[in-house]
């Protein structure tokens, strides 16, 4: 009689590695994830179950994924149901309300800072959702730019008449002139890389001079960060997410990088991290496994409208655990 063999986790052919901001091999466990829960029955099990070990580095403080999918093995957790290359607007009114809500405010953000002749980069744009869903709201002579990694995504944002660029910032120098961009958006993206530091001094480099990174981070020294633990999906991410950043640590990259921090506040789009943790929390007590897709439908809805008051009282009292930044290029 022949036994079925369990398959051997992805997560087995990570490679360790060093604290990306200080270079020390020295760090203590945080936290160790068994599963990548938002993608689990849409990957395949050898991948989405494994092991997803978070540290601390003892000597900066920094929160990182070690050990870590090499940039080819980390390609396999982007499905095409990733959430980046969701439709959107989304499809569910009372979310679609929160997200036309998002867009006059990212507009009150950035626009002020734009020049009527600027360059405005997406890095890390995904699908371009903030590109097609700002440029109605710009002047005629804005420019608006994508830049992503996926082939797809960036298929899509050309078929809607923006301007877009599959790269990443090795590249970025082929697509965009050096110190030609006014304002560099870096929405959940400087979670994404290996090398945050270096990610940063090459996006400086296609800044003007005064020019702007207006970014937007999960923020681990959050509430709900310590109460949920595991269940704080959307904020570790695994294995997405390579690093984990506070307030301190950010700053830190932005000063490596050369950056002085004009503006470091919280957001309350942290609302999103309260309502999938919750779900999560309910999903794995009943033993349910809702996809990407259905986080967006059913009652999550609801649980996000509701932990929105959530988010306003945390904002209110302490930090909330999605922090935006801005970084400003210094004028000679």
């Given amino acids: ?25 020295d760090f203590s466990p945080l936290i160790c994830l068994e599963e990548d829960f938002e993608y689990l029955g849409i990957l395949e099990d050898a991948k989405s179950r ?13 929160v990182y994924l070690n ?14 149901e990733y959430c980046c290359f969701a439709e959107l607007p989304p499809k569910s009114p009372l979310i679609a ?34 590109l097609t869903s700002l440029r109605p709201l710009a002047g005629p002579e804005q420019r608006f730019i994508g830049i992503d990694a996926s082939e797809v995504a960036i298929r899509e944002l050309r078929d809607s ?47 003007k001079p005064g020019g702007r990174i207006h970014a937007a981070t999960p923020n681990i020294d959050a509430w709900d960060r310590r109460w949920f633990g595991k269940h704080w999906v959307g904020g570790w991410h695994v294995p997405r997410h390579f ?3 506070d307030r ?10 050369g950056f002085e921090i004009s503006e470091l506040r919280s957001s309350l789009e942290a609302a999103s991290h309260w309502a999938m943790a919750l779900q999560t929390a309910l999903a794995r007590r009943i033993g349910w496994h809702p996809s990407p897709g259905k986080l967006r439908m ?32 210094a004028s000679p």
């Fill in 1 to 25: 009689m022949t036994g079925s063999v369990a398959a051997v986790p992805y997560s087995a052919g990570f490679e360790s590695v060093a604290c990306s901001l200080c270079g020390a091999n």
């Fill in 50 to 62: 494994g092991e997803f070990r978070i540290v601390r580095c003892n000597q900066c403080s920094l």
């Fill in 67 to 80: 050990p870590r999918p090499s940039l080819e093995q980390v390609l396999h957790y982007y499905p095409k």
């Fill in 97 to 130: 309300v929160f997200y036309r809500v998002l867009v006059r405010l990212k507009a009150r953000e950035l626009f002020p800072h734009l020049p009527a002749d600027g360059v405005l980069l997406d890095f890390g744009c995904g699908t371009g959702h903030w």
């Fill in 161 to 207: 008449g923006i301007e877009a660029y599959c790269g990443d910032d090795e590249t970025l120098l082929e697509a965009v002139e050096p110190e030609s961009v006014d304002l560099i958006l870096l929405n959940h993206v400087l979670e994404h890389v290996p090398e945050p530091v270096e990610t940063l001094r090459r996006l400086g480099r296609v800044l």
């Fill in 243 to 245: 690093t984990h950043f």
């Fill in 248 to 257: 301190a640590t950010v700053a830190r990259c932005a000063s490596e990088a």
């Fill in 298 to 329: 059913g009652i999550y809805p609801l649980i996000l409208a509701a932990s929105m008051g959530i988010a306003i009282v945390q904002s209110l009292v302490s930090r909330t655990s999605v922090m935006t930044f801005v970084l400003r290029k």
